[in-house]
């Protein structure tokens, strides 16, 4: 049975395909609440892809799974209420444009209109403030970023964030929700050593908290449940043994899941 703060993943026989290709194939995966998986592979190799079919935001083709008890693809808006996404190219992003302290108010004025309780949000504005402030200190806490920290504090621009500050900001923004799965994105990409280290330890302390983690990488550190999107003999599951492999190679009907697959599956696959 799933906690009250983690959601447990599953899958068999997961994949999805684009109309030029497999974006991936043939996975599967079982991982506890509270668990962190990564998603390692190369650039193109339909890691995003995953990414978003296994948070309900996009139709895989083929298999099924379950995130925290919910069938996909059945329950896909049911997992969206539960899955917060972190940065992801093309579908969550920071707006340059924006301040620190712009988004952190922007999200949690959409956290409370789309999932408050009519009588939260007839309450008294400084009551409403109060909670609010309350969101976005404990996921920033969470995510470890103290905005005092930054060139001019929260009215420092997104643009002028160094890309692990970014980082935390975007997971910060995502966890204002309380989800039950977070999922992140390109989480080493353009990091130092020392950096990934910071970001990899900030996802473990996540989900050692009992939010599980769905992270995608070119690198997955030892302690991950990992997903390999670029080799079909590369396997790990909850125990680190043998259980869960994407396919990306040649498949038995002799179609090959290609960068252009993943791409037009990413298009043009139902994305919500």
Do not use: Y
Request: net charge negative; charged share 25%; aromatic share 2%.
């Amino acid at each position: 049975m799933d906690s009250p703060h983690g959601a447990s993943v599953t899958a068999e026989n997961f994949g999805l395909k684009g109309p030029r290709g497999w974006a991936f194939r043939g996975l599967g995966v079982d991982a506890g609440p509270g668990s962190l998986v990564a998603i390692e592979g190369p650039s193109g190799s339909g890691r995003t892809c995953l990414l978003l079919a296994l948070t309900g935001r996009m139709r895989p083709s083929e298999g099924h799974a379950k995130i925290g008890g919910l069938r996909l693809p059945r329950k896909m808006a049911a997992v969206r209420r539960i899955a917060a996404l972190g940065p992801v190219p093309g579908v969550s992003e920071l707006d340059p444009a924006f301040t620190v302290a712009e988004h952190l108010r922007e999200r949690a004025l959409l956290q409370r209109r789309f999932d408050g309780s009519l009588r939260a949000l007839l309450r008294p504005r400084a009551e409403r403030v109060a909670t609010a402030r309350e969101r976005i200190d404990a996921a920033l806490d969470a995510a470890g970023l103290d905005p005092d920290t930054l060139p001019k504090a929260g009215r420092t621009s997104v643009r002028d964030l160094e890309r692990l500050e970014a980082l935390r900001l975007s997971i910060a923004l995502a966890l204002i929700g309380g989800p039950r799965l977070l999922a992140v994105d390109d989480t080493d990409l353009k990091l130092s050593d020392a950096e990934r280290a910071e970001a990899w330890e900030l996802l473990r302390s996540i989900a050692d908290n009992g939010t599980t983690v769905l992270a995608v990488c070119s690198q997955a550190p030892e302690d991950a449940i990992t997903l390999r999107t670029d080799s079909a003999d590369s396997t790990n599951d909850a125990d680190g043994t043998d259980g869960a492999t994407a396919e990306t190679a040649e498949t038995a009907t002799g179609e090959t899941t290609t960068e252009e697959g993943t791409a037009d599956a990413f298009a043009e696959t139902g994305r919500a």
